[in-house]
């Protein structure tokens, strides 16, 4: 813990998994700086980490939250945010000495990543894309999956800080290829989440027991992370956000413009996306995206 | 035991399916009789069980098969071979005695699975429907899965020949929902394959390191039995067959057909089904479906 806790931390953004991400780092022990947009945000999560007896300080900016920061860790909306809180009047190139390494968690594409990597660089800042899986759940119980574009110098100097995080770290390339990775995985979650629909919406309209044929269905070849948790969820008529329609059809547009852009075609992330867009135009953008299971059901004339 | 190996057991159908399933009820200490449509297959078979010291032996006809059996089991490629090996002038139902149960393995549509119960009926044999999941290594192994319609008094009689084949036996409901849970199973099964390959496709084609991408993938939210083991042989360019393309478009013909009946639209699966004719039309039909991996690789220009 010595060598760890003399890496000092700031992280930027305390949303949904900001601040478990950010909470595991100060638990690991290193000094953690934060700093949010919502004004008064920051504070009140130092006090609770303080009450914990972690080395924790709010700062009003990100340029201020990286002064001293061996690492800077950023998780937000997407692109114009992170450029902004790196790179804008008081983002943390402007407050971060040379040769600290900034890691950026947010779904971004893979372009805009390399973009502000080439900038950073000019600054003498190292940056990592390193967007995740594993969900709030994840981000809490520090079981992350990173999907990691950048330098291996930048990457084994951050790594301490990575595995406060995560449990899984794969480099996958150059600036950027972590953004791919991640897009590889928004496919599959789409893909299994329109069959998990199909088949549920299906069997529900010819009248089999939802729960038996769901402890059937995941016990073989059928099975995914999807069937067991969203299908669940779909059956309990659990609607209940942990990962939003809206997010989901964010992180969708920026895989099938990079997809277009490399000349593959993805039909059947395409459709996801497409159906998704029938459940926000239904008013569910802010809901958890098992609800594509309505989308079937308004198609097939109600439940 | 004593009482599992007092009923007697007649098997139709040897083929890739079949073979591992009749293994096991032998195993399991029923008498077997034996009976498929090509000459000469139900003999050598017999012959290797005879060999293990197991009670067994070949039949010339369904008919002759089911002589005293107390449950008989068809697995063969589909419905007009159902009907002919149970109802035709050589069938089982010519030569079990009243009160056997016929079990078919085979998927088929849940129409005709229904229509085959009630045929049966009327010649005082119940029939249940209990198409798998699990694939060969299951029929091997006897961790089949059974989807299971029908009266629950002949599953109870059958039981313990099910348990002979398979892990889990799921009860669906009357004659045919074991047909439409199976139904269930492939809308999953064909949509996950088009999401692994779809991400693969991508990854490829945007130079990731697959094998490390697919290590994190399988280990999140992303994840799905496709992936792990369907993903791996993609990965591989191992294109065998487990489960051939020909099959998967019969199950998804069926599939469709019937979800279209009871008004329940499935685009997904639909699409699959269009992607998967184009692989057939590309000389693949025997392949194993992780080869629907090539029909992307042909969309996008090339691996």
Chains 1, 2 share one sequence.
């Not at 000495?97 to 390399?114: F, K, L, N, Y």
Request: charged share 20%.
């Amino acid at each position: 813990m010595s060598e760890a806790s003399s890496l000092h931390v700031a992280f930027i953004g305390l949303g949904t998994m900001g601040q478990g991400m950010a909470r595991n780092i100060a638990k690991a022990g290193f000094p953690l700086a934060v700093a949010t947009r919502t004004s008064g945000k920051a504070e009140a999560f130092v006090r609770t980490l303080s009450a914990e007896g972690r080395d924790a300080r709010a700062a009003r900016t990100p340029a201020a939250a990286a002064e001293g920061a061996d690492v800077v860790v950023s998780c937000v909306p997407d692109a114009p945010e992170v450029e902004d809180v790196h790179l804008g009047a008081s983002g943390t190139a402007a407050g971060a000495r040379p040769g600290a390494v900034v890691i950026d968690c947010s779904t971004i594409a893979a372009e805009a990543a390399r973009a502000i990597a080439a900038r950073l660089l000019e600054k003498g800042l190292s940056f990592l894309d390193a967007p995740v899986s594993g969900g709030q759940k994840g981000a809490v119980e520090g079981t992350l999956t990173f999907f990691i574009g950048g330098d291996v110098t930048a990457l084994e100097k951050a790594r301490p800080v990575l595995e406060a995080m995560g449990r899984r770290l794969t480099a996958l390339g150059p600036s950027g290829a972590g953004q791919l990775g991640k897009a590889a995985n928004q496919i599959l979650v789409a893909n299994n989440l329109m069959g998990v629909s199909e088949a549920l919406a299906f069997a529900a309209k010819a009248g089999l027991p939802l729960t038996s044929l769901h402890e059937a269905l995941t016990s073989g070849a059928a099975n995914s992370w999807a069937l067991e948790v969203l299908g669940k969820k779909m059956i309990d008529r659990d609607f209940k956000p942990a990962f939003a329609v809206k997010h989901q059809q964010k992180d969708l547009a920026i895989v099938l413009r990079t997809a277009r852009a490399r000349g593959i075609p993805l039909p059947g992330t395409a459709l996801v996306h497409q159906l998704l867009t029938a459940l926000e135009a239904s008013g569910r953008a802010e809901d958890g995206t098992q609800a594509l299971l309505t989308v079937y059901e308004s198609l097939g004339g109600g439940r």
